[in-house]
């Protein structure tokens, strides 16, 4: 089993070559740019370990914001909240191992901040498994060099080197000496050395989880890991009683020089050092220092006589490997009751230990459902961008209604209910409605344009046109103008739209951009005393509107038979007086009112997956809908 470990090296250049001509688009906006506020999870077994402590590592630098590295197991014992509340990244060469397929299942099964998976074989396990869940962003391609031997090498290299492009795009396939070397303080035998204590800074980090890795699991050695100072707090001390057949492998990088320097100056000079140093001072620092790590591993197997890409494996190291444990792992992670998961989201971090106030939210939820599961609605009024469609740049540039939706939508109207959607865009959405939609049912569908301004029956878009002429508002003019003065061209990248009774602001904003811009606006809104003024977020850009003339509420004609649909209930968010309606129901955020706005879908599903969930529990007929949802 595996391949020469040599040979693999000689593949190296050639996978960074390989990786850097990658379009990591798709990976960089899940780790550096949507919802980068939210800490991240990385999951990895084996050799994908160690890439995993390196995407950490990219996070804490450009986000700012805790990440974990975490083996599958290790993630289900974290529990079914963290699941919920971070974003995870999995990853895995082959795609195939069982511990990353059972993390898997249990990610999509609890997660609602974000998912996504790298693996290098296409048609792999994970990627058929993925395809059920389209939630779940992938990132896969055929890496060149195919499987690797026993040890993670080029597939390891290809996923460091992935993420550091994903990172600030940086080509480092140039800067790197791919037959880069070692040093000792002193000549020593490898062949004597059994326990390497492992010293490293931040850069280092990644690579001494594979050096512990491969140590490991070729045989080839014993490894400790600690960073400069936590080997000064009493790591030390086994060089003073295990001192024989222990050596030092410092992972050095120009940041962490000097300390690195002195903290081995301070050691008796019979210690036996091995120094692999990187003269980069960019996050490629830990992809050279990888490199060499791997030509230290080839000579310390070399003298033990090992090869590290095919040691060989004894059968019950097969037995372990593929040992299938998933349904133990129930009891870790044990079912939710949905009712749970519903009072949870009104909680939120702040209120999760109050348990007076997660009673009150219980028994305020059982009634909910039960006047929802009592009603015969004649209407549902949806939210469009996050609950009718995908809120991402795409979807939003599509001219129609997903397949999904649509299909869920005609038995409502096949069965005479009535459709309102409430957008803040203009005639876009209803185009997307008429290229979905037969036009026999276009009388039952009402559009709400420009949060609720303007109410038109589906093919009447002609009429926006008289709307969008009339004058723009005076007090959003002011608004726009100060807007521009506190945060001047060049420092966020905002567009504005002026739309008679509303400003929209949008753009390629970041998260923390887009807080930035609400802020401002709000501080505005206070400073200049605009009380007839809202600003509310969406989930792809702001409005800012005049109030009472303007709200996402007209569109409801009939509150006591109207249900309704939106995916941002909470305060700031352009679906919060609409889900303020006695019968409202959110795909996501909620608010903290106990009498509307929850969020009775399952763990783990939000958005369109929560639209269509929520549509399969209503039927329609003669114009009445029911409901039967349970919790």
């Not at 305060?571 to 919060?576: A, F, Q, S, T």
Request: hydrophobic share 40%; proline share 3%.
């Amino acid at each position: 089993m595996g391949k020469p470990f040599k040979v693999e090296l000689e593949k190296l250049a050639g996978t960074i070559k390989w990786a850097e001509q990658q379009d990591v688009t798709r990976l960089a906006r899940f780790l550096f740019v949507e919802n980068k506020q939210i800490p991240l999870v990385c999951i990895g077994s084996g050799g994908s370990l160690s890439a995993c402590h390196y995407a950490v590592l990219l996070n804490l630098q450009r986000n700012g914001v805790l990440a974990q590295a975490m083996t599958p197991l290790q993630m289900m014992y974290s529990g079914c909240e963290l699941l919920r509340s971070s974003k995870l990244l999995f990853l895995s060469a082959s795609g195939k191992n069982k511990d990353i397929l059972n993390a898997l299942k249990y990610g999509v099964k609890y997660n609602e901040s974000g998912m996504m998976s790298l693996t290098l074989r296409k048609n792999n396990p994970t990627e058929k498994l993925l395809e059920q869940y389209p939630k779940v962003l992938r990132w896969c391609e055929d890496i060149p060099s195919e499987k690797d031997g026993f040890l993670a090498t080029n597939s390891l290299l290809a996923t460091f080197t992935l993420l550091n492009r994903s990172f600030d795009g940086e080509l480092v396939g140039d800067k790197i000496a791919f037959d880069g070397t070692y040093s000792k303080n002193y000549e020593f035998n490898l062949a004597n050395i059994q326990n390497f204590i492992v010293l490293y800074g931040a850069a280092g980090e990644p690579v001494a989880w594979d050096i512990e890795s491969k140590l490991t699991e070729a045989a080839l050695g014993s490894a400790l890991l600690s960073d400069y100072r936590n080997f000064g707090h009493g790591r030390h001390h086994w060089f003073d009683k295990r001192s024989e057949n222990s050596c030092i492998i410092a992972l050095v990088t120009p940041v962490e020089r000097e300390l690195a320097y002195k903290t081995i100056g301070c050691l008796p000079k019979n210690v036996p050092v091995i120094f692999i140093e990187t003269e980069l001072q960019t996050t490629a620092a830990s992809i050279d220092i990888l490199l060499k790590a791997f030509r230290f591993v080839n000579d310390l197997g070399e003298a033990r006589g090992i090869d590290p890409g095919k040691p060989g494996v004894p059968g019950y190291g097969r037995m372990l490997y593929n040992l299938d444990y998933f349904k133990l792992t129930n009891r870790i992670l044990p079912v939710q009751k949905t009712l749970d998961v519903a009072v949870l989201r009104k909680l939120g971090v702040a209120g999760r230990d109050n348990t007076p106030l997660r009673e009150h939210y219980g028994v305020a939820c059982r009634r909910f459902v039960r006047q929802l599961n009592k009603v015969k609605f004649t209407t549902i009024a949806f939210d469009y961008d996050g609950t009718l469609s995908a809120p991402d740049r795409k979807s939003r540039f599509t001219n129609r209604l997903c397949d999904e939706i649509r299909d869920a939508l005609i038995p409502l109207l096949e069965n005479g209910a009535l459709i309102v959607v409430a957008t803040g865009r203009g005639k876009s959405v209803g185009e997307s409605f008429q290229e979905s939609i037969d036009q026999k049912y276009w009388s039952q569908i009402k559009v709400g344009y420009y949060n609720g301004a303007c109410l038109l029956v589906l093919g009447e878009e002609d009429k926006l046109k008289v709307w969008r002429e009339l004058p723009f508002d005076s007090k959003l003019k002011a608004l726009e103008e100060e807007l521009k003065l506190r945060l001047p061209e060049g420092c966020v990248d905002y567009k504005f739209a002026e739309r008679s009774l509303q400003l929209s602001i949008e753009g390629e904003m970041t998260q923390m951009e887009s807080q930035l811009v609400y802020e401002t606006c709000r501080e505005i809104i206070w400073d200049k005393q605009m009380k007839d003024i809202r600003v509310w977020r969406s989930s792809h850009s702001m409005d800012i509107v005049v109030y009472h003339e303007v709200s996402k509420q007209r569109v409801i004609e009939a509150p006591e038979h109207t249900l309704c649909i939106g995916d941002y209930g909470t305060v700031e968010g352009n679906d919060y007086e609409m889900l303020t309606s006695k019968y409202s129901l959110s795909v996501d955020r909620v608010s903290k009112n106990a009498e509307s706005c929850w969020n009775i879908a399952p763990s783990g599903i939000k958005g369109l997956d929560a639209t269509l969930y929520y549509l399969s529990r209503m039927k329609a007929k003669e114009g009445k809908i029911t409901c039967k949802f349970s919790v």
